[in-house]
């Protein structure tokens, strides 16, 4: 063997080494997916609705972002919403404030106002029973029972 040539104990160590470091290696990957697992959020990623040209962006705290592109007049509605995930329910809770309104009105062009921006996003602004299947997210509104169905098109 070239490595340590004739010394086993050199190979000893060497080799004690290698399984030390793939150990450790192993259980830092592991626990990794664990965390992700039981710890993580399922919806983080980017979606796309597959009705219009609606994107939601859901990040890792309680943070979305919603953007709907050729809303008024080829301009792009960005909104940030909150969200809040019940993960044992199964439940997310997007809520948008009225400064995110405001400055999701005064970013298009013309006369827009809040509550004109309130009352497009109104169908995102609620609660859904959510299920995710591979890259394909369900929302389904909680009081009417109507479905949002997205794709993945992006993970944060």
Do not use: C
């Amino acid at each position: 063997m070239l490595v340590a040539k004739n010394n086993e104990e050199k190979r000893s160590r060497i080799w004690r080494n290698v399984i030390i470091i793939a150990s450790v290696l192993l259980v830092i990957v592991i626990g990794y997916f664990l965390y992700q697992g039981f710890f993580g959020n399922p919806l983080a990623g980017t979606w796309k609705h597959d009705e219009s040209d609606l994107t939601l962006e859901i990040r890792e705290k309680d943070t979305a972002v919603l953007t709907w592109d050729n809303l008024y007049e080829d301009q792009t509605l960005v909104l940030n919403l909150q969200f809040s995930l019940d993960k044992s329910q199964k439940v997310v809770t997007f809520r948008a404030s009225q400064e995110a309104l405001e400055e999701a009105a005064e970013a298009l062009e013309g006369d827009v106002a809040a509550e004109d921006v309130e009352s497009v996003v109104d169908q995102m602004v609620t609660s859904f029973d959510y299920s995710v299947d591979g890259t394909e997210l369900t929302l389904t509104e909680r009081e009417y029972g109507e479905q949002m169905l997205f794709y993945r098109t992006g993970r944060n």
